[in-house]
């Protein structure tokens, strides 16, 4: 008997192609665009544990999900962030608490976990109604001037003003942020084109110097974030009670030692980056998906009328759209927006059953892991209903962790989800999104899964 033909409301969005590790390689060697989702072979989605390929130094795959938590929650302390991450991401954001180990991240989790209270979701959505709203008067612009819109830039935009209200207590000028997003996009494109040669040919732990572009992407990036800290200095500082101020205040419980310039640069840049960045992509993917398929916008709509009515979306609102809240959860699934959660193996051990050398690379991607053919029921497929509770029997443990898992695990995970209930509801209530020429549309990770190029879409009245 052949299988029941998909509901109308499910459907499979735009992934790679899955093809032999070589050939794999081959074309994004041809590509020479740094998309590492592209490098991924087909075995990928089936092992539990596997090689990824060749290359000069051994690299393992590792899906089984409780070898998985073994690796991220990392109880024998011998599975640090890799150190292609580390130097990738050291003239961003230096030796911060995303990157670092040992008691080095310790000292740093000490000084900034009470400042990280202040992320709860009763204290910041005040900002996410702002941001909101900001962004809402600027999509009536657009709508006005029928032109086209990059729905990419709109999210980037829009999740880097609520991070700057919540962290600096202040909104983000327009031309700084896009002198943020240009310069984080150059950043990432850039520093994947390096990656994917060390990946291949380099021994571990063999430093690189970065390209001058890079290297100026990132001192311009730091420029903005040292603007938006000195507001906190000085006479002012005594008004302002937020993130940046907490960490500014933060002391080590030990020593009684603050963060000094550089170190609050990092600390506040991995707040605001990973705050905003991360968001924005999974938000570009959510909108993109919705723009494409009206039942789903018809269906949320619907659920808006029936929790909100004609009134605003509220706090405890966003805690009853369960299909916007599965929207999005299952946009994490088919695009997290850390595609991959690299880790070095610091000295020889075994995983399953493979053996592990020092200096491999030991691979967890959410991405794989999220459309596993073991785990998951047409893996592939969006299909927002897999999370209601009468299905939460076909999820497996493990098998999903778009906020990461362990000591790591996202802190701002419940923030995401609520800034991400809200702008669905909000914006779809009030605008239509008209995706132009989806079919370009094409997923590449780098250091957050985007699209290969910014997707343009014509925004219009609701209904009209």
């Known amino acids: 008997m052949m299988a029941p033909p998909p509901r109308p409301e499910t459907f499979t969005p735009p992934k790679p192609t899955s093809l032999s590790a070589l050939v794999s390689l081959l074309r994004v060697m041809l590509r020479g665009d740094g998309d590492l989702l592209s490098l991924l072979p087909a075995a990928a989605y089936r092992v539990e ?40 991401l050291d003239p961003l954001i230096g030796d911060s608490i995303f990157v670092s180990s040992g008691a080095t991240w310790k000292r740093q989790r000490r000084m900034i976990d009470p400042s990280l209270t202040m992320m709860r979701v ?82 571990a732990w063999r430093n690189a110097p970065q390209r001058p572009e890079v290297l100026e992407a990132c001192r311009t990036i730091r420029h903005h974030l040292a603007e938006l800290l000195d507001t906190h200095a000085g006479p002012q500082a005594g008004r302002f009670d937020d993130i940046a101020s907490a960490v500014i205040a933060a002391r080590d419980p030990q020593t009684g030692e603050a963060f000094s310039r550089e170190e609050l640069i990092d600390q506040l840049g991995v707040l605001f980056l990973a705050g905003h960045e991360t968001s924005a992509s999974a938000l570009t993917w959510v909108f993109f998906l919705l723009a494409t398929r009206p039942a789903l916008v018809a269906r949320l709509r619907a659920e808006l009328r029936e929790v909100c009515g004609d009134g605003p979306v509220e706090f405890e609102h966003t805690r009853r759209l369960v299909f916007a809240r599965n929207l999005f959860r299952e946009t994490l699934r088919l695009y997290p927006p850390i595609t991959f959660l690299p880790r070095v193996a610091l000295e020889a051990t075994t995983i399953g059953d493979f053996k592990v050398k020092r ?15 073991r785990y998951w029921r047409d893996p592939h497929l969006f299909d927002a209903d897999r999370f209601l509770p009468e299905r939460e029997g076909e999820i497996t443990p493990g098998a999903y962790i778009p906020f990461g898992l362990g000591p ?36 590449a990770a780098r250091l957050t899964t985007r699209p290969t190029e910014q997707v343009m879409v014509m925004v219009s009245r609701a209904g009209g």
């Open 408 to 443: 790591r695990v996202c802190a701002g995970a419940a923030f995401a989800t609520t800034e991400a209930i809200l702008l669905i509801a909000r914006l779809f209530r009030r605008f239509d999104f008209r995706v132009l020429e989806p079919g370009r549309v094409r997923p």
């Open 359 to 373: 200096g491999a690379l030991v691979m967890v991607a959410p991405w794989v892991l999220h459309r596993h053919q």
């Open 122 to 203: 009763t204290n910041a959505f005040p900002a996410m109604v702002a941001g909101c709203e900001a962004a809402e008067e600027a999509l009536e612009e657009e709508a006005a001037r029928r032109r086209p819109v990059s729905l990419d830039l709109t999210m980037s935009h829009l999740t880097a003003d609520i991070i700057c209200r919540t962290v600096f207590s202040t909104s983000l000028r327009h031309q700084a942020a896009r002198d943020v997003f240009d310069a984080f996009t150059l950043f990432e494109r850039s520093v994947a084109q390096v990656e994917i040669r060390r990946l291949i040919f380099d021994e």
């Open 49 to 88: 544990v596997g090689h990824l390929g060749w290359s000069r130094r051994q690299i393992l795959i590792v899906n089984r999900p409780d070898q998985v938590r073994r690796v991220l929650s990392d109880p024998e302390g011998i599975f640090p962030k890799s150190d292609l991450m580390v130097e990738a």
